[in-house]
């Protein structure tokens, strides 16, 4: 099994930034996507951005412009750097990895944006 563990959540202003990270406990295939995925209060979760060998990185149309994913394999951890934060985007951050066909989640962390 893989464990994921996030971090660099916290409270900040709108318009400011935040880098978030996640940790996986095994290695990851470069060719194995790694996404992260947000969910506000009452709402669904939804992709904010995957990454994976081949392929240009995805966004979800909310963050494009703003939000920027990228991992280290040898560190085995996926980040996401966060600018020009707006109110919208506060949620619980998870971080997602699928592995053969096997889907692993972290237990996420909070994202609050507030003046």
């Known amino acids: 099994q893989v464990q994921l563990l996030e971090s660099g959540g916290g409270l900040v202003q709108p318009g400011g930034s935040l880098r978030l990270s996640c940790v996986a406990s095994e290695t990851i295939l470069s060719s194995d996507p790694m996404s992260w995925y947000r969910q506000a209060p009452g709402k669904e979760r939804k992709l904010v951005a995957r990454?994976?060998?081949?392929?240009?990185?995805e966004y979800s149309d909310s963050v494009m412009g703003r939000f920027t994913i990228s991992r280290d394999n040898a560190k085995k951890t996926v980040y996401l750097q966060m600018n020009t934060l707006k109110p919208d985007d506060t949620a619980v951050y998870y971080c997602?990895?699928?592995?053969?066909?096997?889907?692993?989640w972290g237990k996420g962390t909070l994202v609050t944006v507030s003046s």
């Open positions: 997602h990895v699928r592995e053969n066909g096997i889907h692993y």
């Open positions: 990454i994976r060998s081949g392929r240009d990185p």
